[in-house]
T-cell receptor, first 109, second 115 residues
């Protein structure tokens, strides 16, 4: 079973920030949080990852709560090209990805 | 990073036949994986392709049905054997390039339809 829980779908207006939550309440101390997205008919694309600190790169920001039981992926200025399914994955030394159902983000013009 | 290509990109096959999917990475990688994505569903890990040894299969997947080869650090194949319509899915390979990161790069997938 997936170790993460995400809302099945979200809408976001173009140009606004998209905030995608993920619950990983059973995460252990050495497990990382990884985010991927899958645009229709393509393979998943890496976005960002973190352990306990907040992270930012050119694509997104990742906010991890202090207890590490949840995180939020932030796309600061969503565009129509950000419409995709977003997956939050928890991973450790087993290096195996267990994909949950993800969040289908629709960016609206 | 790593760039991954898959062949074929799609195929339509008759039941009872087999199809071999190829996965090529543009650089040497430590680990390669095969996933299945059934229509409208998320990805499910089939197996880890081990270089020079037998693949490690996840629960519900067996070598007789999904034989995997990995002859070197840049290439792997997945065969879907004795196909039935239930095998209609997208099959994706991925690669984990480095020892110090869990990041995986995915191929574009092979869309298989079994009639």
């Amino acid at each position: 079973d997936a170790k993460t829980t995400q809302p099945p779908s979200m809408d976001c207006a173009e140009g606004r920030a998209a905030n995608l939550p993920c619950n990983h309440s059973t995460i252990s101390g050495n497990e990382y949080v990884y985010w991927y997205r899958q645009i229709h008919s393509q393979g998943p694309q890496y976005i960002i990852h973190g352990l306990k600190n907040n992270e930012t790169n050119e694509m997104a920001s990742l906010i991890i709560t202090e207890d590490r039981k949840s995180s939020t992926l932030i796309l600061p200025h969503a565009t129509l090209r950000d419409t995709a399914v977003y997956y939050c994955i928890v991973i450790s030394g087993t290096y195996k990805y267990i994909f949950g159902t993800g969040t289908r983000l629709k960016v609206l013009a | 990073s790593a760039v991954i290509s898959q062949k074929p990109s799609r195929d339509i096959c008759q039941r009872g036949t087999s199809l071999t999917i190829q996965c090529q990475v543009d650089s040497q990688v430590t680990m390669m994986f095969w996933y299945r994505q059934q229509p409208g569903q998320s990805l499910t890990l089939i197996a880890t392709a081990n270089q020079g040894s037998e693949a490690t299969y996840e629960s519900g997947f067996v070598i007789d049905k999904f034989p995997i080869s990995r002859p070197n650090l840049t290439f792997s194949t997945l065969t879907v054997s004795n196909m039935s319509p239930e095998d209609s899915s997208i099959y994706l390979c991925s690669a984990r390039p480095g020892q110090n990161s869990y990041e995986q790069y995915f191929g574009p997938g092979t869309r298989l339809t079994v009639t």
